[in-house]
């Protein structure tokens, strides 16, 4: 299905037919394709580009399509190889974590960090965090296979030697 190009969000490059490769959900998901393009927010003399999650309901485009800016999309996949990392060497601790240092690590950006950790918050966290890492090593070949051609695309623009 194309994806609509009359909305608010104005797509440049896009990937349609996303709903045959997302995840455990391909060929049973609402999500029909990606983007990225002039964002829906922008004002007068201000441009700014977006990655869009484009959701089709049966019946028309979803208010539930998300739209994110472009470093927050790097920025999750930064959370995602830190967490990846974490979760494979969590089975040394009892608990899936440390309570007294909950700590996964810290990315530098932009002169601060972004300090990640296990939410120790969450009263179900001893449980979560086991169901959380089921679900990683259920998903474990397709975000293999994501972060394999993340790695490949990187170094193609140079910002991996080797």
Request: proline letters at 4%.
């Amino acid at each position: 299905m194309p994806i609509p190009t009359h909305l608010k969000h104005r797509p440049v490059v896009v990937a349609e037919n996303y709903d045959r490769l997302d995840g455990q959900y391909a060929f049973e998901t609402d999500v029909q394709g990606l983007s990225l393009g002039l964002a829906q927010w922008n004002e007068k003399g201000k441009v700014d580009i977006s990655a869009k999650i484009w959701r089709y309901t049966g019946e028309r485009w979803s208010r539930q399509s998300e739209e994110m800016p472009l470093h927050r999309v790097l920025d999750l996949a930064l959370l995602i190889c830190k967490t990846q990392k974490y979760m494979s060497d969590a089975y040394r601790f009892e608990r899936l974590y440390n309570p007294d240092e909950p700590s996964v690590g810290r990315i530098e950006l932009q002169g601060e960090a972004m300090n990640i950790a296990v939410n120790t918050a969450n009263p179900e966290i001893d449980e979560d965090i086991k169901l959380f890492r089921d679900c990683l090593a259920r998903e474990g070949e397709r975000i293999g296979e994501r972060l394999t051609r993340l790695a490949a695309e990187l170094k193609e623009l140079g910002y991996v030697r080797g």
